[in-house]
């Protein structure tokens, strides 16, 4: 395995209590006959505004649950598992983010469900993976547009259909944008590739190379020119006088004695 990606027990465990959770605020709602939906975003309101905390844990009923537990389940272990350092930074403020720009473009009314998360993860794993030019996170970024690329046509306005359920497009196109800015901001150098080569940086030249100077324009392999030998002069001169001083080489040796 891949010495960058470490599987733990948080792969599994904080996904599986995320899901947990979504369940039992549903239970509760059935079980004590709560209302959870008025805690959702309204967009433009002040009350609204408490949605952005709560409305990725209250659905409308059971089939919406089901259709959000399978997807978040999934992008989260993939989350957890290969961006670990930033998995809880990108769900907590991915929620808050999202929120908000339900709040400013949503429709007035009631918006809730964990969609909203679910396309915060769809977009930050796929554009990070991209980002990072990275073999097995482009992988996944490719695994990930295969299984769930079709929510990307939920992020359009669609006609609402009197009698059926109206889909918060909103929230969607709201979760895509803040993955897709939460990938600007969390950066992963870990990933960064180690460039071992001189023609790998982005500012290598060429022509400066002494191994591809001795190929020419054809690919052809040449000599290198000989670099020519400086010429100097065969003579100095100098018109300042010069005098010189003899003096007698005396040998500073003592003599031997007999």
Known sequence: MDKHFKFTNL????????VVVLWFVYWLEIRFDFDFVQNGIYPRTFSGLQGI?????????????????????????????FYAKQSLAVVGYGILLSGFITWIIGRENYHIGASGLIYVLFSFIFFKGIQTKYNRLIALSLAVIVVYGGLVWYVFPSPEIPGNKSISWEGHLGGLLSGFLLTLVYKTPEYKKVLKYDWEHPDYDPVADKFMQRFDANGNFVNLPRDEPEEFASFYWCSLPICYTVVAHKKNESKRES
């Open 11 to 18: 792969v599994i465990g904080l996904p599986l209590f995320f």
């Open 53 to 81: 905390l709560f409305s990725p844990f209250i659905h409308s009923d059971i089939e919406h649950l089901y259709n959000n537990s399978i997807p978040v389940l999934v992008l989260l272990v993939a989350l957890q598992f």
